[in-house]
Every structure is written in C-alpha cells, then in structure tokens.
C-alpha cells in the first residue's frame, strides 16, 4: 500500500485589501474555492498580521507521486488564475 503526500507553501500579494479584515474575506474566499474543487487541506499559514500578504499551506493525499505533483500543480494553476492575489513564490514537497 503506498501513500503519497503532497505539500505545498504559497506565497501571496494582493494590491486590493486596505484593512486586515478585506485580506481575510479574500483567502477566506480562496481556501474555500480551492477546497471544494480539489478536496485538498488549505490554511493560511503565515503572516496572518500583514494586509496584503498571505503564505497558504496546502496538502493533499494521493496513491503516486505523479498523480500528487499534478493535483499541486492543477491548484496552483486555479490560484494563478485568481485576479485578487499574486504568487509570489511556491515551494512543493511530495513525502
């Protein structure tokens, strides 16, 4: 029986939150959207404090390493293809 993990940190910029409060309702949103269509585990990892920054951990189980790399993959594409946020940076580890 094998298990693979694939994990996830992304680094976020967004240019349209001007309070704390417009930053969450916007992850918020996001984590929601990519939970429901990828049924992968999303948080909001790091720099809860900053306003237009966010760093989102994501995870997700599958039986092969390939099969792990392209959900990432497919979930990074989805992010890319939200206007409300930047990437800045992503790192993926599949374990």
Known sequence: MTMM???????????????LKE??????????????????????????DKWRSAVIGIACVSTTTKHAHQMIQS?????????????IHYHIEIL
């Open 23 to 48: 930053k969450r309702q916007i992850i918020k949103s996001l984590i929601g959207r990519i939970q429901s269509r990828f049924n992968a585990s999303v948080a909001e990892v790091d720099m809860q």
């Open 5 to 19: 993990i694939g994990a996830c940190t992304v680094e976020l910029m967004m240019y349209e939150p001007n309070t």
């Open 75 to 87: 979930i990074i594409k989805f992010i890319e293809g939200d206007n409300r946020v930047e990437i």
